[in-house]
């Protein structure tokens, strides 16, 4: 191989160096405008080069091409639409104890109000998963409060 | 004070890197200049040759990837 002469930038694709962090995505994709949000900002985090979406349905009936995935990454990432938490959930259930865990209704994101995505709310997941907003929460953080908030869209 | 210099191509990582570094700088409330530095010549004469990377105080911390804010706050505390 020739000898690299000019700076090489990481971006693009999921593609990490060699050595870099693995990490995979799983968004629990509600029918909820906060559910979309996970699914967009996991389309977006997989395009910025920070891991790699995976299916969290194949997840829940654990597929074997999941379970390759999983064993290769080296963090797991999961973003749930509100406290609910049915990505973690499900993550758990596979014996996954997920590295970091954003919640879009705790980034001050309604979780109903229509299925219109805005680029802002996008962005302001996107950051908190790079930011590594989600490492700070604790296990009884993450533990829903009793109610998801649902305010009638039928998502749960 | 600490100089805090960020070396990327103006991609999304390298933006992400700046934007992790200077909440990082803001939540520490440290005297830090943070330079982003585009160039190729300089990252050539620096010897970076993966981005982004971060340097403090003239020394490579990270290279090839975007650390989180709690990570480069440990960085510009000495603790990693």
Redesign the interface.
């Known amino acids: 191989m020739a000898e690299?002469?000019?700076?090489?930038?990481?971006?693009?694709g999921g593609a990490?160096?060699e050595g870099?962090?693995k990490r995979i995505i799983f968004a629990c994709a509600g029918a909820s405008k906060a559910g979309q949000l996970s699914n967009e900002a996991a389309v977006q985090l997989t395009?910025?080069?920070?891991g790699n979406i995976a299916c969290t349905a194949s997840l829940a009936v654990s597929t074997p091409s999941i379970k390759k995935k999983v064993e290769a990454a080296d963090e797991v990432i999961v973003i749930d639409g509100c406290p609910v938490g049915c990505a973690r959930q499900i993550a758990e259930r596979a014996g996954i104890a997920p590295d970091q865990e954003i919640v879009v209704t705790d980034l001050g994101i309604e979780k109903g109000g229509g299925l219109d995505l805005s680029e802002e709310d996008v962005e302001t997941v996107v950051?908190a998963a790079?930011?590594?907003?989600g490492?700070?929460k604790t296990e009884n953080e993450r533990r829903p409060s009793g109610g998801c908030g649902c305010d009638g869209g039928g998502c749960c | 004070m600490v100089l805090v210099e960020v070396f990327g191509t103006g991609c999304a990582k390298c933006g992400r890197m700046i934007k992790n570094v200077e909440i990082a700088v803001r939540e520490l409330k440290i005297d830090a200049e943070i330079r982003k530095i585009e160039s190729l010549d300089a990252m050539i004469e620096r010897g970076v040759m993966l981005t982004p990377a971060l340097y403090v105080d003239g020394e490579a911390k990270v290279v090839g990837h975007v650390p989180c804010v709690e990570d480069i706050k440990q960085i510009l505390l000495g603790e990693k």
């Open positions: 690299q002469t000019v700076p090489q930038c990481t971006c693009g990490e160096p870099g962090t395009k910025e080069g920070y950051s790079w930011e590594g907003k490492r700070s």
